[in-house]
């Protein structure tokens, strides 16, 4: 083993944790941000509910 190889490995650990940390973040991006979109433009007192009337089959 040589001496350089131990600080070569803690900087490669490091950017990968980093890289981990990042990839998580993007990941709860990803499945937050349609939720929370859909939650904010989904209202119960939105106008257009109450203007078109649902129809329904009799099947």
Same mark, same amino acid.
């Given at each position: 083993?040589? %001496? +350089?190889?131990? @600080? #070569?490995y803690s900087s490669e650990r490091t950017a990968h944790k980093l890289a981990d940390i990042l +990839?998580?973040?993007?990941? !709860? !991006?990803?499945l937050m941000l349609p *939720? @929370?979109?859909i939650a #904010?433009?989904?209202?119960?007192?939105s %106008? !257009?509910?109450s203007?078109? %009337? *649902? !129809?329904r089959s009799r099947y």
């Open positions: 083993m040589q %001496p +350089g190889s131990r @600080v #070569h +990839g998580s973040l993007i990941a !709860l !991006l990803t *939720i @929370v979109t #904010h433009y989904s209202s119960a007192n %106008p !257009l509910q203007s078109y %009337p *649902i !129809l």
